[in-house]
């Protein structure tokens, strides 16, 4: 089975809070593929950082934490950022941004996906935003805070 991830539900593996139990569920059995878009590196850091910041994380947590997804890393598919993503994004923003308020980054983790998922996959988020417009394109959807 093939699931792609967003931030949002990805950083739960690996900082322990409300729905990482569901991710772990997913991401550690291993005739699972876990997907994500190459940006999440970067965004992932970020939200660890803050949540460094907002003291929900000692400099330890932090390290480990950082550790753990670089060496996680080798075992996920990462799909690349390239001109066929930023323009599907671009379209889906035109599409579902006035109404449903589809963000940047989010319309990117939307575009990858949606540019390579087949019947089967399934999209994982925390987002409940990006859950639903990942639905109405007919997708499934797996929002870790929701099981």
Not at 59 to 82: K, M, P, Q, R, W
Not at 113 to 125: E, I, Q, R, T
């Amino acid at each position: 089975m093939n699931y792609f991830f967003d931030t949002s539900a990805l950083v739960k593996y690996y900082h322990h809070e409300s729905g990482s139990e569901a991710v772990a569920g997913i991401i550690d059995l291993s005739e699972n593929d876990v997907w994500i878009l190459d940006i999440a590196r970067v965004e992932f850091l970020s939200a660890l950082h803050r949540r460094f910041r907002d003291r929900e994380l000692s400099e330890n947590e932090l390290n480990d934490a950082i550790d753990g997804f670089v060496e996680s890393l080798a075992a996920f598919h990462i799909e690349e950022t390239g001109a066929s993503v930023i323009q599907e994004a671009e379209n889906l923003i035109k599409q579902y941004g006035k109404t449903d308020g589809l963000r940047t980054l989010d319309a990117l983790h939307l575009a990858a996906f949606n540019l390579l998922a087949g019947d089967s996959w399934v999209f994982v988020s925390s987002d409940n935003r990006l859950c639903s417009v990942v639905e109405k394109l007919g997708y499934a959807t797996i929002n870790p805070l929701n099981t």
